[in-house]
């Protein structure tokens, strides 16, 4: 498993100039364009690192990093401004709103990547484990580890709604009704050959069967 860095920045020439590069020395990079979106998709993809523009619509960046400190699942990501305003008192602004570190655009790329790589050594990955799951539910896509899973959109809805409550049971009429519906008609196998097939995908880890009874996701 490589590192997330997440780029939040208004600017599309930024954000395609430094994903270009960051990707080139291995790492998986997501972009959003404000801070709003970048909470929503830090949330889903769970970052190392986030490079944080200053000036942005929606939530400016410090208001961002704010929200990303007061975050319980994100409390352990590494916040880098990169801005245009380098003034101290725009830069002591920055740490006091929980910043690890700050960058003054125009953006020397030598100087970022060099940034990037010192502060992401503070971080000790975990062992590699190809069992995590993560699910983003609006692009219709599961991510295992460091792999990007495109599932069926059955096996995607299966998975989202034993993943929505992780420990609880599904019976299997609760599981038709939600997945299939009340219109269509399947046979008693159905519910297993997806779970079998989902299983194949994700790993045999998650989905627990409760024999007689339906499945719940652990």
């Known amino acids: ?3 997330r860095i997440l780029l939040i920045d208004d600017e599309d020439d ?3 100039f430094v994903k270009y590069n960051l990707e080139r020395d291995g790492y998986e990079v997501f972009t959003a364009s404000n801070g709003a979106e970048g909470i929503e998709l830090a949330l889903k993809v769970k970052p190392h690192l986030i490079l944080l523009d200053m000036m942005m619509p929606v939530l400016d960046g410090i208001e961002t990093c704010r929200a990303i400190r007061n975050s319980p699942a994100l409390k352990s990501v590494m916040v880098v401004f990169l801005s245009a305003v380098g003034s101290e008192e725009t830069q002591l602004q920055g740490y006091d709103a929980g910043a690890d570190d700050y960058i003054n655009k125009p953006i020397k790329m030598t100087i970022l990547r060099s940034r990037v790589q010192a502060i992401l050594k503070r971080i000790t990955l975990p062992e590699e484990n190809n069992d995590d799951i993560t699910i983003d ?3 219709y896509k599961v991510f295992k580890g460091g792999e990007t899973l495109i599932l069926p959109r059955k096996e995607f809805q299966l998975l989202t709604l034993l993943y ?3 420990g609880k ?3 299997r009429d609760e599981i038709y009704q939600s997945v299939w519906g ?3 008609v399947v046979g008693d196998r159905t519910i297993d050959v997806h779970i079998r097939k989902l299983r194949q995908k994700i790993g045999d880890n998650h989905i627990v069967t409760v024999k ?4 719940k996701y652990e």
């Open 1 to 3: 498993m490589g590192y």
């Open 14 to 16: 930024i954000l395609e």
């Open 137 to 139: 539910a609006e692009h």
């Open 164 to 166: 929505s409550n992780p």
């Open 169 to 171: 049971l599904f019976t």
């Open 182 to 184: 009340n219109k269509v």
């Open 212 to 215: 007689g009874i339906g499945y």
